[in-house]
């Protein structure tokens, strides 16, 4: 499973080591088997699928949310350490895509239900069920957009794909020099 949904305390050990496994140990894997030709080659360009569930988490994505948030972070360093040897990174953001991420064979929900959670728990899963196949980004345009970054002589470090990711980025940042600015003192 690429997805895999519940409230944390639902969740076992085991789903949560999937969902880190999928989204964050993979990456890192392919990635290290990459390095060593790109160092000595001095270029390539890692590029990362994170999610808005990276900038931002919600109920019920807690897994899915720690592992690109760990991407995110794993990232983050790896541009700082692999820009002395002309190797580029771009983690991408993207929105809402039409892809097989919330298809029956890609989400998992946590089977270890926990009553006081069940009647928030019904409703989140009709959600998520109902978005498969009606989120707004077209999957073309995105490899697209990816295709022309890779192309770029110095890509971008990070690119948000679609409006949702733009308008959730923001309201991140929005968030956060809110929360800066109100203890500043």
């Given at each position: 499973?690429?997805?895999?949904?519940?409230?944390?305390?639902?969740?076992?050990?085991?789903?949560?080591?999937?969902?880190?496994q999928?989204?964050?140990i993979?990456?890192?894997?392919?990635?290290?088997?990459?390095?060593p030709?790109?160092?000595?080659?001095?270029?390539?360009?890692?590029?990362?699928?994170?999610s808005t569930?990276?900038?931002?988490?919600l109920?019920?994505?807690?897994?899915?949310?720690?592992?690109k948030f760990?991407?995110?972070g794993?990232?983050?360093?790896?541009q700082?350490?692999v820009?002395?040897?002309?190797?580029?990174?771009?983690?991408?953001?993207?929105?809402?895509?039409?892809?097989?991420?919330?298809?029956?064979?890609?989400?998992?929900?946590?089977?270890?239900?926990?009553?006081?959670?069940?009647?928030?728990r019904?409703?989140?899963m009709?959600?998520?069920?109902?978005?498969?196949?009606?989120q707004?980004g077209?999957?073309?345009?995105?490899?697209?957009?990816l295709i022309?970054?890779?192309?770029e002589e110095k890509?971008p470090?990070?690119?948000l794909?679609?409006?949702?990711a733009?308008?959730?980025?923001?309201q991140?940042?929005?968030?956060?020099l809110?929360?800066t600015n109100?203890?500043r003192?």
């Amino acid at each position: 499973a690429n997805f895999i949904a519940g409230f944390f305390e639902e969740l076992t050990q085991e789903e949560i080591g999937q969902q880190l496994q999928t989204s964050l140990i993979g990456p890192m894997i392919v990635t290290r088997a990459v390095l060593p030709v790109m160092r000595k080659q001095h270029s390539g360009h890692i590029i990362s699928i994170s999610s808005t569930a990276g900038l931002t988490s919600l109920e019920f994505c807690s897994a899915y949310s720690a592992s690109k948030f760990g991407l995110e972070g794993f990232m983050q360093a790896l541009q700082t350490e692999v820009a002395p040897f002309d190797i580029n990174t771009t983690i991408v953001n993207p929105g809402f895509f039409r892809t097989e991420l919330l298809t029956e064979q890609s989400t998992k929900y946590a089977d270890n239900p926990i009553a006081d959670y069940k009647e928030k728990r019904e409703q989140l899963m009709q959600f998520w069920k109902g978005a498969n196949g009606q989120q707004p980004g077209d999957p073309a345009k995105l490899a697209q957009a990816l295709i022309t970054i890779s192309n770029e002589e110095k890509p971008p470090l990070r690119f948000l794909a679609g409006a949702d990711a733009v308008a959730t980025a923001e309201q991140v940042a929005n968030t956060l020099l809110g929360q800066t600015n109100f203890y500043r003192d």
